[in-house]
């Protein structure tokens, strides 16, 4: 029998990170407002599960994909060796040896479930989470949302999300900061692949794992600044604004410009955002975990390969400028989210140093919350040799 301590070393960061921080700023946040786990649980439809389920959290969708492509050409291919064995050898020496083989998989099965309902339940808990935060005052929402648009005019000289909107003129320009801001899961995506076939698994663990630390870095600052989207701000009538200010007037006149693609992106994050009937606002803004993420994956970028991380580099700052011209964020949104993603890189990566010097080698009654190791190691099998010898195979 494990003691306490011993049991508690044996468990992974994943575990602590996707499920027990959640959990506790939830309960914390419950003390203040019950309401909004209720309501994120209610609002949590079966399709959305599903979407999570089989696609992992929604940036990492590409990832999932890959990984499931993966994994049903491994079954076909390991039913095709099956077939084949069957008819040159003994029946019952091939299922004993299939039994056999099937056996020793089911602990890396297990932790690839494991993973996926830690994702699952992080996406739960960190929404209702972040509902809770937002069951505040309006007129606070509403006072430090056109605060930060002025300390956009103080530091750069313009209400700078409203001031971009004018770029909608030029069409080229439009579609690039569009879709710089619409494709971070992608690029997310493809790093995690790039990762996973030429990086350390701890490299792996550390870029994922920082993924979901930026949000509970930035937590203490959604809560203490609440704000929601310059769109938000003056594009929907949900807060008690003044409308005769010059920050509203000019927001509204340069709201006339936006362009096509802006105005489809607005409708879609509305689904998303701010929900005052139900008694809370969409106030994860300062700063951007959209700017955070996107670093990350910059870094990353350059983490597998040099030639990616230039290329991605186009991408990022149309992802930043991006951010501000899809009215999602505050130019000064920018400089806090550096500091929470560097932050979070160093914070998970002396965790991840303190547990590969603390943390026991589990036995197999724990192998199931081994959640990335034996994961990682069977998807690295795949390489470009491997398909072309498979396919020859089959």
């Not at 003994?90 to 099965?109: H, I, Y």
């Not at 309902?117 to 505040?136: C, E, K, R």
């Not at 400028?321 to 964020?329: E, I, K, M, P, R």
């Not at 990566?349 to 590969?356: A, D, I, S």
Request: contains cysteine; charged residues 15%.
């Amino acid at each position: 029998m494990l003691s306490g301590m011993a049991f508690f070393k044996r468990v992974p960061l994943e575990v602590y990170i996707l499920l027990c921080i959640p959990v506790l700023l939830m309960a914390v946040g419950a003390t203040v407002a019950p309401e909004p786990l209720v309501d994120t649980l209610r609002h949590f439809e079966y399709d959305k599960f599903l979407y999570y389920l089989f696609f992992g959290y929604a940036f990492f969708k590409l990832f999932f994909l890959f990984v499931y492509i993966f994994v049903t050409f491994k079954l076909l291919f390991w039913a095709s060796s099956l077939l084949q064995r069957l008819l040159t050898e003994s029946p019952r020496k091939v299922l004993q040896r299939a039994w056999d083989d099937a056996r020793d998989s089911v602990p890396v099965w297990k932790s690839f479930v494991w993973l996926v309902a830690l994702i699952q339940l992080n996406a739960v808990f960190t929404a209702a989470h972040i509902n809770q935060i937002g069951s505040v005052d309006p007129e606070r929402v509403a006072a430090n949302s056109t605060m930060l648009l002025e300390w956009d005019a103080a530091v750069f000289g313009s209400y700078v999300p409203f001031a971009l909107q004018s770029l909608a003129k030029v069409p080229l320009v439009d579609a690039l900061l569009a879709h710089g801001y619409t494709t971070l899961s992608l690029v997310l995506g493809i790093v995690l692949i790039g990762l996973l076939l030429r990086a350390r698994v701890q490299t792996v663990r550390l870029f994922v794992l920082s993924f979901f630390f930026c949000s509970f870095l930035a937590i203490p600052v959604w809560a203490t600044l609440p704000a929601v989207t310059p769109y938000e701000l003056y594009g929907r009538d949900i807060l008690p604004v003044e409308r005769t200010t010059s920050q509203a007037q000019y927001a509204e006149t340069q709201l006339e410009q936006t362009g096509t693609r802006v105005a489809d992106l607005q409708e879609t994050m509305s689904m998303y955002g701010s929900k005052p009937s139900e008694g809370h606002y969409h106030i994860p803004t300062f700063p951007s975990m959209h700017i955070a993420w996107g670093t990350l994956a910059l870094i990353f970028g350059f983490v597998v390969a040099r030639w990616l991380g230039f290329v991605l580099v186009p991408w990022y700052v149309a992802n930043v400028v991006g951010s501000f011209y899809t009215l999602q964020h505050y130019a000064v949104d920018y400089v806090p989210a550096i500091v929470v993603v560097l932050c979070a890189i160093w914070v998970v990566h002396r965790l991840l140093k303190w547990e590969e010097a603390t943390l026991h080698v589990p036995d197999k009654r724990y192998s199931a919350l081994q959640v990335p190791g034996e994961v990682v190691e069977q998807l690295r099998a795949i390489r470009w040799r491997d398909v072309r010898a498979w396919w020859k195979k089959w």
